[in-house]
């Protein structure tokens, strides 16, 4: 079936500019989690939504950083007024997040590059 | 919060060796998973294995989650087994995984 993906794979903006990057989970997954990777380094969470519950921020570096979903469907992060360390690679991942079943699958990236 | 810690960073093998990566944590786990970070960037899901042990050809895995270490086993390793090989905990009361700083493969021919 068809795999998280992620979109657009690849965005190069200016400082200063706000971005949008997009995420459609695994169709029945009701968790969604945002992370970042930068280069060479590992996985840093950002945030986790769950079904309708509201969702976990504590991973967002600032208050530039926000995120949506709709459902159990889509998601969005946007960051706002864009700096050159928000450059890194931005990962979305889903799963079904129950008992017993927590494996987490991951999308393809999008390579964010602030100039 | 949960410490992960994956031991060695950095590995280079002969084509055909035999190697063993190993994945420490400081708590209680609902999840634990392996992957492989492709030269492209792709994280591959290789093995969900909060407990037990598992073999998917030449790889296998096992967790003993009362001692709070995974081992991930590579037999007859290849030139594509190279990159990035991540282990990442979720923890009991938690709900993200959190990664170790991986360990740099590469295989040589």
């Known amino acids: 079936g068809a795999g998280v993906s992620q979109s657009p794979s690849n965005k190069v903006t200016e400082k200063g500019k706000d971005v949008e990057l997009r995420c459609d989970p695994i169709?029945?997954?009701?968790?969604l989690y945002w992370y970042r990777q930068r280069l060479g380094q590992g996985l840093e969470f950002l945030i986790y939504f769950q079904g309708n519950s509201a969702p976990d921020k504590s991973g967002l570096p600032s208050d530039r950083f926000s995120a949506e979903r709709t459902g159990e469907s889509v998601s969005t992060l946007t960051i706002q007024r864009t700096q050159q360390e928000d450059s890194a690679v931005y990962l979305c991942?889903?799963?079904?997040?129950?008992?017993?079943?927590?494996?987490?699958?991951f999308g393809p990236g999008t390579r964010l590059t602030v100039t | 919060g949960i410490q992960v810690e994956q031991s060695p960073p950095d590995l280079i093998l002969q084509e055909g060796a035999n190697s063993t990566l190993r994945c420490n944590f400081s708590d209680s786990v609902n999840n634990l998973q392996w992957f492989h970070q492709n030269p492209w960037g792709q994280l591959i899901n290789l093995f969900y294995i909060p407990s037990g042990t598992k073999q998917n050809g030449r790889l296998s895995a096992t967790t003993v989650a009362t001692e709070r270490y995974s081992l991930l086993y590579i037999s007859s390793s290849q030139t594509t087994d190279s990159g990035v090989y991540f282990c990442a905990v979720e923890p009991e009361y938690g709900n993200k995984l959190v990664f170790g700083a991986g360990t740099i493969l590469r295989v040589k021919s």
């Open positions: 169709s029945g997954h009701t968790a």
């Open positions: 991942a889903s799963s079904f997040w129950r008992v017993g079943d927590y494996e987490q699958y």
